[in-house]
């Protein structure tokens, strides 16, 4: 049965249909763009979602909100166990932190800075703070990530789609500099035929 993913232009949802790429899985996209002005998404969305939730995907009459849940579900139902850790290993709780981190940790001082900005001037005294932390949280993660740019382990797996919104994040902050590893996380995403699958289909995202 055809999965349907709701979909919000420039949002985290990208990295959903490039995990629904890797898994060769059949699904529909729901479009939903962003306000132009306010970057907000649209009202419509909250018809699929009371908090207008995006990624959020409908899966044989089962609805399935926030990015780490989503990820875990697809990998288990629908051919993914490769992207998963054995679970009675030390990767497994490695994967769990990971799928915490890109949607709880780091999200905190980059929502912080999407805020802050709209108050001008008046959030002055507290983005020294901010800034401070989203370098920590940016420098964490590259310290992690190994060598041959894997989160968990030597090859693709879901703590890696988790991650790439985090390092896609890192690399439009300017941190590409400072955090090379990641920049080149990305760019190895990027360059996967599934990754460029899933941009054709899923519209504009930011600057790639």
């Not at 989203?134 to 789609?161: C, R, T």
Request: charged share 20%.
């Amino acid at each position: 049965m055809t999965i349907t993913v709701h979909h919000l232009n420039n949002s985290r949802s990208q990295r959903i249909l490039w995990l629904l790429e890797e898994l060769g899985a059949d699904y529909e996209i729901v479009n939903y763009q962003r306000d132009a002005q306010t970057n907000l998404a649209p009202p419509e969305l909250k018809q699929a979602h009371p908090l207008g939730k995006s990624p959020l995907i409908e899966d044989n009459g089962v609805c399935v909100a926030e990015s780490g849940a989503i990820i875990q579900y697809l990998c288990e139902r629908h051919g993914g166990e490769d992207w998963l850790p054995a679970t009675d290993g030390e990767d497994h709780i490695r994967h769990l932190e990971w799928l915490q981190f890109g949607e709880s940790s780091f999200f905190v001082p980059v929502m912080l800075k999407i805020y802050a900005g709209h108050l001008g001037d008046a959030a002055a005294p507290m983005m020294p703070r901010i800034d401070e932390q989203l370098a920590a949280h940016i420098q964490f993660a590259e310290n992690s990530i190994s060598d041959d740019l894997h989160f968990v382990g030597a090859d693709w797996s879901a703590a890696d789609v988790m991650m790439s919104f985090p390092a896609e994040i890192a690399v439009m902050q300017g941190y590409a500099e400072k955090a090379p590893k990641l920049a080149r996380f990305v760019e190895a995403i990027h360059a996967r035929p599934a990754w460029q699958r899933a941009r054709e289909r899923g519209g504009a995202y930011f600057m790639w």
